[in-house]
């Protein structure tokens, strides 16, 4: 099994900026991919981005150059830099591992972006 911890949440400003961090440990020979998902109250979990552990990257279309993904292999961390961030992005946010074959290894427990004037 793989525990994924994440921190970096909070209150933020529209326009402003926040970055999630992911810290990985357990079976983390059963991680080939490392992602974000979100949750928003009333709707359904969805993809944000997710990484390779060839660096090959993956964004939902509504946060393609505002938020970027990248990991450290050597910390078993992987961020979300997420700037020019807008009401709509206010979320739960979810770290995510898979492994080569798409298997999902391991969720984190979620953490709160709240964007908001």
């Known amino acids: 099994q793989v525990h994924l911890v994440e921190s970096g949440g909070g209150l933020v400003q529209p326009g402003g900026s926040l970055r999630l961090s992911c810290a990985a440990s357990?079976?983390?020979?059963?991680?080939?991919?490392m992602g974000w998902y979100r949750q928003a109250p009333g709707k359904q979990r969805e993809l944000v981005a997710e990484i390779t552990s060839g660096r090959s990257t993956n964004y939902a279309d509504s946060v393609k150059g505002r938020f970027t993904i990248s990991r450290d292999n050597a910390k078993r961390t992987v961020y979300l830099q997420m700037n020019t961030l807008k009401p709509e992005d206010t979320a739960v946010y979810y770290c995510?591992?898979?492994?080569?074959?798409?298997?999902?290894?391991?969720w984190g427990q979620g953490t709160q972006v709240t964007v908001s004037s």
């Open positions: 995510n591992s898979q492994s080569l074959q798409r298997e999902v290894t391991g």
């Open positions: 357990g079976s983390i020979f059963r991680i080939y991919v």
